[in-house]
């Protein structure tokens, strides 16, 4: 089995059979559930920024402007993980534990695979924001990363 970690603010992967078809074998925002694990998604964050400590979120908030995991007790820590492809970390400085949002895709697939998608920042006019990272790992190894500043 091969774990492929996606962390971001707000992105998209979509997870292709290549080279010859391209059946799309998973896709972040098309496959996300209020059920962990359903078409091999998880979805949780990295404590500490820690890639090899994924822990899954505990809670799925259902309403009626937004879909998202969260941890028991929303805000603070202010992680979520939700539909449409929103992700918000939590920020170590203002409320204790630095918390990479992150969507875990486990593979059953064998083969040669291809990861596309895009990354983007909903606002980048608030001066006091620091930017946003963006990050595919696989078997816990970044193979791609991209920085949106403020």
């Given amino acids: 089995m ?12 979509t997870i292709l059979n ?8 998973a896709d972040s925002t ?23 400590s994924f822990t899954q979120l505990p809670k799925y908030a259902l309403n009626s402007q937004q879909n998202f995991w969260q941890q028991a007790t929303f805000g603070p820590p202010w992680t979520l993980v939700g539909a449409n492809s ?25 083969g040669a695979a291809v990861v596309s998608g895009r990354i983007f920042k909903a606002d980048t ?10 990050r595919i790992y696989l078997n816990h190894s970044q193979i791609w990363s991209q920085y949106i500043a403020g």
């Fill in 18 to 25: 290549m080279p010859v078809c391209a059946d799309v074998l």
């Fill in 30 to 52: 098309a496959d996300f559930s209020g059920v962990q694990g359903a078409k091999s998604w998880y979805y949780g964050y990295f404590p500490g920024g820690s890639v090899n």
């Fill in 2 to 13: 091969k774990l492929l970690r996606a962390i971001s603010f707000l992105s998209a992967a």
């Fill in 125 to 134: 006019s608030n001066p006091s924001s620091t930017g946003v990272y963006g």
């Fill in 86 to 110: 929103l992700t918000h970390p939590n920020d170590a400085n203002t409320t204790g534990e630095l918390q990479w949002t992150a969507r875990e895709w486990v593979s059953t697939f064998t």
